[in-house]
């Protein structure tokens, strides 16, 4: 069964008109210092109240970017002049959409273009499409998780772009590949992921990052269908932020 949205009026009926039989959570557990992109500061936050103590619990977040943990980008991240968070319905960020699987790509490998054409059938016009590499289940302090996941290149972006899908996620920490350089490490992909970026944001694709759970949606098929809800944090003047990611199974 494929849900369309039909109008915004429509949306919530439709929504409760069908039953799911199964929920998958894709987003990562948010904690002090988890693994973010190696080059902005890790999250943290304290406590500045305990109920035990002061008869209430308050925590204040003190360090966090718009891409931290499973995220969102918008078209602001990579275009100038481009939408921020508050020019997108909420209706944006769900969708009816598919996994495929790519669990076999190796590590710092593109998804090429032949890669996503094996699923050419499988990919609807407005799907959200969410391309499991298995990623999220490798141990996240390591180097080989932090620059070497596999990405989507120039080519195999404009191929979506081409689809006229609605967004696209992914369970690594980017879309497209490390191309910076770090102490210990320099760039290991061949496409400019800023490129890659700017052709998805500019065709105004959504694009979900460091996803997680992709493969309980696939329960070992090649692909596998969803609705799936990536919502961010209402944020002003924003270009990207933290969202709870999950599929309703039907």
């Not at 949205?5 to 199964?22: G, P, V």
């Not at 008869?55 to 966090?64: A, E, K, N, S, W």
């Amino acid at each position: 069964m494929a849900i369309r949205f039909i109008s915004k009026d429509h949306e919530l009926k439709i929504m409760s008109a069908i039953k799911f039989r199964k929920i998958v959570d894709l987003t990562h557990l948010m904690c002090r210092d988890m693994v973010s992109w190696p080059t902005l500061p890790s999250l943290m936050y304290e406590h500045t109240a305990i109920a035990a103590k002061d008869l209430y619990t308050m925590t204040v977040i003190t360090r966090m970017t718009t891409h931290t943990g499973t995220h969102i980008d918008v078209q602001a991240h990579f275009i100038p002049g481009g939408k921020t968070i508050e020019d997108y319905p909420i209706e944006s960020f769900m969708g009816d959409g598919v996994v495929l699987d790519l669990s076999w790509k190796k590590p710092g490998e593109e998804i090429s273009v032949e890669d996503l054409k094996r699923y050419e059938d499988d990919i609807q016009e407005g799907d959200v499409v969410m391309l499991c590499t298995n990623w999220d289940k490798k141990d996240r302090y390591t180097n080989e998780y932090l620059f070497q996941w596999p990405h989507l290149g120039i080519d195999s972006a404009k191929y979506l772009v081409s689809k006229r899908i609605k967004a696209v996620g992914i369970d690594a920490l980017s879309i497209g590949g490390w191309m910076d350089t770090v102490p210990g490490q320099g760039p290991v992909a061949k496409s400019s992921p800023v490129e890659v970026h700017r052709i998805l944001l500019g065709a105004d694709i959504i694009i979900i990052e460091e996803l997680r759970g992709l493969d309980e949606v696939l329960h070992g098929k090649k692909t596998a269908r969803a609705f799936f809800v990536f919502a961010p944090l209402k944020l002003s003047d924003a270009e990207g932020s933290p969202c709870r990611a999950f599929a309703l199974i039907y």
